[in-house]
């Protein structure tokens, strides 16, 4: 099974004249990789998976994959149906076995939190693979309440939450459970996320100044000092906040593109990031 801490890469989805440009993502993965992150999410939000043909999902899986050198890769999945996502998730598994899936509540129709536990169940038992929770009211509409939380890690492929719900509350009846790993989800409280105890966080911020990343989640489990990780933090945290200074991940792509990392472009209805957002994000990431 796959340890969920340190940082994870959400990572962008590179286009090119309106394609998927795989050998963009090869090299960005490989790159990331290098840095010593602890894993990667393809196809989630920061990759734009809902502008993304199922065909092109299974793609930037594929490369992701195949570019990971055996650091292990995270599926977002998607959508209403559970059941459809279900057999979505055999099919990928089956073909290309990714680490494990990413999973939001369902988006706009809000169900009951019971409704959750039922949507959940249904695509965690479809695998043995293992999956993270995503809570991520900002996009669905809908929380998974702390309750729900702790419901879902009686079974047994639930493993993590990805907290983006800015409720502590919740966070430390998760902490305090012991059977999720808490994984930061909201780049500008990873520092008070991992101070409190979480595992690791999905970092889209990550992207840049990567290794200071993963040394912050190093410093803050006990490999150093705290005095080094607040300093640390203080250079970071201007990173986090000119990251989502626009719509993700049209900044963060905007500062890749000027890097030489792949050509600026995104799916409508995202557009490019105006330059001076760029320019904000390449200043703060000078460390």
Not at 95 to 112: D, E
Not at 113 to 131: D, E, K, M, R, Y
Request: proline share 7%; with cysteine; hydrophobic share 50%.
């Amino acid at each position: 099974m796959v340890e969920f801490n340190g940082i994870w890469v959400p990572l962008v989805t590179p286009f090119r004249d309106g394609a998927v440009d795989g050998p963009a993502l090869r090299r960005l993965v490989q790159h990331l990789a290098a840095q010593g992150v602890a894993g990667f999410v393809a196809c989630g939000s920061t990759g734009e998976a809902a502008t993304l043909t199922e065909a092109e999902q299974a793609s930037v899986l594929a490369t992701t994959l195949d570019a990971a050198g055996g650091k292990p890769v995270l599926m977002g999945l998607a959508g209403v149906d559970a059941q459809a996502i279900a057999r979505r998730a055999q099919a990928l598994a089956e073909r290309h076995r990714p680490a494990g899936w990413l999973l939001a509540p369902p988006p706009y129709v809000k169900p009951s939190q019971a409704g959750i536990v039922q949507h959940f169940h249904t695509v965690a038992s479809a695998t043995p693979l293992p999956l993270v929770a995503y809570d991520i009211p900002a996009r669905t509409g809908v929380r998974i309440q702390m309750g729900t939380l702790l419901a879902l890690a009686e079974h047994p492929l639930i493993r993590a939450v990805k907290d983006c719900s800015g409720d502590r509350a919740a966070a430390e009846a998760v902490l305090a459970d012991g059977r999720l790993a808490l994984l930061g989800g909201n780049d500008d409280e990873l520092f008070d996320q991992l101070a409190r105890g979480a595992a690791g966080g999905i970092t889209a911020s990550a992207h840049l100044a990567t290794g200071a990343f993963v040394r912050l989640a190093a410093l803050l489990r006990g490999d150093g000092s705290l005095a080094e990780a607040r300093a640390l933090w203080r250079r970071l945290a201007p990173i986090t906040q000119a990251a989502f200074a626009e719509p993700n991940p049209a900044v963060i792509k905007g500062a890749l593109a000027r890097q030489g990392w792949m050509a600026d472009g995104l799916r409508p209805p995202m557009l490019p990031a105006a330059a001076a957002s760029v320019d904000a994000l390449l200043g703060s990431a000078k460390l």
